[in-house]
């Protein structure tokens, strides 16, 4: 149940328990995909998940809309990319989950960016240690292999879910000028903070392996993961608060 395309009594009557917010980020993902490839991805698992536990289980699950800025400051020599400061985020985040709560008491962030990964697992924690309401992230490509950036994982998904917007007549230019590997390591440091420091063109990852085909195992995958963490999330004890 999407909540933009919903009216406030349709989520009133629904009495829902369980509540997704799709999360991601606007920043380069090279010069085939959309810069908008992490909260699109997010969305589109967020509803695959939120309608599979539907038809499984008779019961509502309200989709928010997604935010769609994070913590991407490392592509911000990257033309197009936004991004906000850590601390910005996780008000922001926190406040939009607190007023989630007031529709369903469990929730569950649908992540579609590394950059928030640390973020929202403190930003959950204190939204659930508050009281506010019971509150997990998902990430939805910790479910697949292969992942880098722009690369096979992302670009198969949208292929599969918005493939208008991929820029099909790019995506050798991507593949020759993308990189193997998501940084300069040495010791278990990541020398490099931003993205240009190793990739000229944003890629990490041959996107000719991600065809549409593979965005729509994708899809199912981690839509059946969500599901699964939803019914886990709906059956937990909590704690006294």
């Known amino acids: ?14 009495d829902a328990s369980l509540a997704l917010l799709p999360v991601g980020s606007t920043e380069q993902h090279g ?10 991805t997010a969305e589109a698992v967020a509803g695959a998940g939120a309608e599979r536990y539907e038809a499984a289980h ?5 989709v928010a809309p997604p935010v769609p800025v994070g913590v991407a400051e490392e592509h911000r020599n990257f033309a197009g990319t936004l991004w906000v400061p850590e601390n ?12 989630l ?10 992540n579609g960016h590394g950059g928030n990964v640390a973020a929202l697992r403190e930003t959950c924690a204190r939204v659930t240690r508050d009281g506010d309401a ?19 994982v992302e670009t198969a998904l949208v292929r599969h879910v918005a493939p208008e917007l991929v820029h099909e007549d790019r995506v050798e230019a991507a593949a020759e000028g993308a990189a193997d590997g998501w940084g300069e390591w040495v010791a278990g440091v990541n020398l490099a903070y931003d993205s240009d420091e190793f990739t000229d063109n ?18 199912e995958e981690a839509g059946g993961a969500l599901v699964e963490l939803l019914e886990r999330v709906r059956d937990r004890d909590l704690p006294d608060r």
């Open 134 to 152: 019971y509150t997990v992230p998902f990430t939805w490509f910790d479910v697949a292999s292969g992942m880098g950036h722009g690369g096979p």
């Open 1 to 14: 149940m999407h909540l933009a395309d919903s009216t406030w009594t349709d989520v009133d009557d629904a």
């Open 58 to 62: 008779d019961e509502p699950v309200l």
């Open 88 to 99: 910005t985020f996780r008000a922001y985040v926190g406040d939009v989950l607190r007023s």
């Open 202 to 219: 944003g890629v990490v990852g041959d996107p000719r392996e991600g065809d549409a085909a593979r965005g729509e195992r994708l899809l």
């Open 101 to 110: 709560a007031a529709s369903a008491d469990r929730l569950v962030v649908v």
């Open 31 to 40: 010069p085939h995909a959309p810069l908008g490839t992490d909260f699109i």
